[in-house]
């Protein structure tokens, strides 16, 4: 059915992501879904790495200091407003510390490195890969964020979205960007389209859902 392994992962990406956001068109089964996306988001990077070839002691120590930003930031954010704003998170996302969802390093993660994929496929110059790819992710973050409520995700306290946010999501991912950069991590260029572009659908699917679009 599949020529190689890549194309498996990149299918299952897609159809995890697209089963569970047509799930959630029918009551019965939202409450699981969105319990259950925890699990999904750490099945997407299992998936990633599992069809990535290029596995390297300096990759992981790279997306472990990822993981660890992406934690950090989240934590000093909900906890002030000084980074993203005044927000709180639900309980969709599973086991909080400091008021924080572990799995959100996990979040920032895949976009950070399906963001850095995608940019290094297209441009060769250091400091282009990481505008544009920090770009994608504030691009990505911006169609996230109206479904985030929705979905029990997080919720701002003023109910709008600040420009904040924005401004702050662009900053800490150059940060990210740079690092795997500096870090000249190898990633297959199909795996990181496939591992950004299914959450994407899996979003807009939501807004059909929700009667946005």
């Known amino acids: 059915m ?69 934690v950090l930031v989240e934590i000093i954010g909900v906890n002030s407003s000084v980074v993203f704003g005044e927000y709180y998170y639900g309980q969709a996302l599973g086991l909080q510390i400091f008021g924080t969802p572990l799995i959100i390093g996990v979040n920032w993660l895949t976009l950070s490195l399906a963001t850095f994929g995608i940019s290094s496929y297209i441009f060769r110059h250091g400091w282009l890969i990481v505008l544009f790819a920090s770009t994608l992710m504030v691009a990505t973050d911006f169609i ?18 600040p420009l904040q946010n924005y401004i702050a999501w662009f900053f800490v991912s150059l940060i990210i960007q740079f690092i795997l950069v500096k870090g000249k991590i190898k990633l297959n260029t199909k795996l990181c389209f496939s591992l950004l572009f299914s959450q994407v659908v899996f979003f807009l699917i939501q807004y059909i859902n929700n009667g946005i679009i």
């Open 2 to 70: 599949f020529k190689n392994k890549i194309d498996a992962v990149c299918f299952l990406m897609f159809f995890f992501n697209i089963f569970g956001s047509i799930l959630l068109f029918f009551d019965p089964f939202k409450e699981i879904v969105l319990t259950l996306t925890p699990v999904n988001l750490l099945t997407m990077l299992v998936l990633f790495f599992w069809g990535n070839a290029n596995l390297s002691i300096n990759l992981f120590k790279t997306i472990s200091l990822i993981y660890v930003i992406g």
């Open 144 to 161: 996230i964020e109206p479904l985030a409520g929705v979905l029990d995700f997080w919720y701002w306290s003023s109910g709008k979205i």
